[in-house]
Antibody
Framework: EVELVESGGGLVQPGGSLRLSCAASGFTFSGYDMHWVRQPTGKGLEWVSAITTTGDRYYPDSVKGRFTISRENAKNSLYLQMNSLRAEDTAVYYC?????????????WGQGTLVTVSS | QSALTQPRSVSGSPGQSVTISCTGTSSDVGTYNYVSWYQQHPDKAPKLMIYDVSKRPSGVPDRFSGSKSGNTASLTISGLQAEDEADYYCCSYAGSYIFVVFGGGTKLTVL
């Protein structure tokens, strides 16, 4: 059974940093592209970042230059380093597996970890 | 403001059918057949219901169907059931620069 477990969320001050982790199990982690998707409380979903099996990385303009996605296949782990955090980054962050190509959709989601940016 | 436009809410009675629209542009929905739909119940993670415009993952009832015409994708739920009450989000691939866009979500109420 596929399982994605996020950790590392919490309260951080504006301008601060936080590193999220996602532990994957139940599938060959190295064979899948992985993403982070976030959801502010009571609002919709927003794509945050993606990393391919070959290490290519993608970001929306809203986080480009502040967030860095990475993966460690030997540890079946996905990470999101978040710097220069802003109040608008407050959200539940989901670790998401992209279904095998072709296409772009998400067949497995973690339970999410809450990041709160506030002074 | 979300990149894809969805109605904020729709409703229907048990047994009826409802359709949720998702309007994008020629840069996303109109060009790529990589539209997906997600169901989210309160305090739960989203669940994939439709991918590649009209394909259903294993385990998703055939009451759920997807389609696309031009820049607009649609999710139709037939034979509404109480457990279908949830938020629904559409999503599309948008090319190698923008990459992924979501709709703002639609709240489905089963009356």
């Amino acid at each position: 059974e596929v399982e994605l477990v996020e950790s590392g969320g919490g309260l951080v001050q504006p301008g601060g940093s936080l590193r999220l982790s996602c532990a994957a199990s139940g599938f060959t982690f190295s064979g899948y592209d992985m993403h982070w998707v976030r959801q502010p409380t009571g609002k919709g979903l927003e794509w945050v970042s993606a990393i391919t099996t070959t290490g290519d990385r993608y970001y929306p303009d809203s986080v480009k230059g502040r967030f860095t996605i990475s993966r460690e296949n030997a540890k079946n782990s996905l990470y999101l380093q978040m710097n220069s955090l802003r109040a608008e980054d407050t959200a539940v962050y989901y670790c998401v597996r992209e279904r095998a190509a072709p296409g772009l959709d998400y067949d497995n989601w973690g339970q999410g970890t809450l990041v709160t940016v506030s002074s | 403001q979300s990149a894809l436009t969805q109605p904020r809410s729709v409703s229907g009675s048990p047994g009826q059918s409802v359709t949720i629209s998702c309007t994008g542009t020629s840069s996303d929905v109109g060009t790529y057949n990589y539209v997906s739909w997600y169901q989210q119940h309160p305090d739960k993670a989203p669940k994939l219901m439709i991918y590649d415009v009209s394909k259903r993952p294993s385990g998703v009832p055939d009451r759920f169907s997807g389609s696309k015409s031009g820049n607009t994708a649609s999710l139709t739920i037939s034979g509404l059931q109480a457990e279908d009450e949830a938020d629904y989000y559409c999503c599309s691939y948008a090319g190698s620069y923008i990459f992924v866009v979501f709709g703002g979500g639609t709240k489905l109420t089963v009356l």
